[in-house]
T-cell receptor
Framework: AQSVTQLDSHVSVSEGTPVLLRCNYSSSYSPSLFWYVQHPNKGLQLLLKYTSAATLVKGINGFEAEFKKSETSFHLTKPSAHMSDAAEYFCVVSTSGTYKYIFGTGTRLKVLA | EAGVAQSPRYKIIEKRQSVAFWCNPISGHATLYWYQQILGQGPKLLIQFQNNGVVDDSQLPKDRFSAERLKGVDSTLKIQPAKLEDSAVYLC??????????????FGPGTRLTVT
């Protein structure tokens, strides 16, 4: 069975410092992995996706993530946090053939001025 | 291209009342999903349609929730009767069958339901 674990429910960083949001997955098959962001009272927006091409994936707004099969991880990073990055972030796994999304529990990112 | 549309955006009802939500997916998207997102949690899949057929409704509380997708385009989700624990955001998403895009789901803005 597929599952996703987001290791931190809350992360606080200062503006201008790096962001690291951690995600581990479990999948019996070759997974597709996604990061979505959800701002308050907004829908889910795709940040980036991994679909078995390059292991380092670049997304919107300066975010990137690296797929590490040996560690079953897909951590989200950004070199320099901006106040507008404050939001809830969800790691998602989707496995071949089902098209189903399995969501992590989310990480709330707080950016301090 | 227009995104996934949902209405209403907000709804407040009393327990035991009924409510319906509407979703219009991205044009041409064959697959449509309804999720329930309780405050502080990740979205949970309620039902998945492929065209107008149900692919997965294993987590839909069928005693009170129902959904349909007539003509394989827009969809409605109904709750009757509502309970306090149904207070949540109901998200609709759609995806295409394009081999390069089929795993990506596109989400609507959601409907925030409050049951009092």
């Amino acid at each position: 069975a597929q599952s996703v674990t987001q290791l931190d429910s809350h992360v606080s960083v200062s503006e201008g410092t790096p962001v690291l949001l951690r995600c581990n997955y479990s999948s019996s098959y070759s997974p597709s992995l996604f990061w979505y962001v959800q701002h308050p009272n907004k829908g889910l927006q795709l940040l980036l996706k991994y679909t078995s091409a390059a292991t380092l994936v670049k997304g919107i707004n300066g975010f990137e993530a690296e797929f590490k099969k040996s560690e079953t991880s897909f951590h989200l990073t950004k070199p320099s946090a901006h106040m507008s990055d404050a939001a809830e972030y969800f790691c998602v796994v989707s496995t071949s053939g089902t098209y189903k999304y399995i969501f992590g529990t989310g990480t709330r990112l707080k950016v301090l001025a | 291209e227009a995104g996934v549309a949902q209405s209403p955006r907000y709804k407040i009802i009393e327990k035991r009342q009924s409510v319906a939500f509407w979703c219009n997916p991205i044009s041409g998207h064959a697959t449509l999903y309804w999720y329930q997102q309780i405050l502080g949690q990740g979205p949970k899949l309620l039902i998945q349609f492929q065209n107008n057929g149900v692919v997965d409704d294993s987590q839909l509380p069928k005693d009170r929730f129902s959904a349909e997708r007539l003509k394989g385009v827009d969809s409605t989700l109904k709750i009757q009767p509502a309970k306090l624990e149904d207070s949540a955001v109901y998200l609709c998403a759609s995806s295409s069958m394009d081999r390069w895009d089929f795993r990506e789901q596109y989400f609507g803005p959601g409907t925030r339901l409050t049951v009092t």
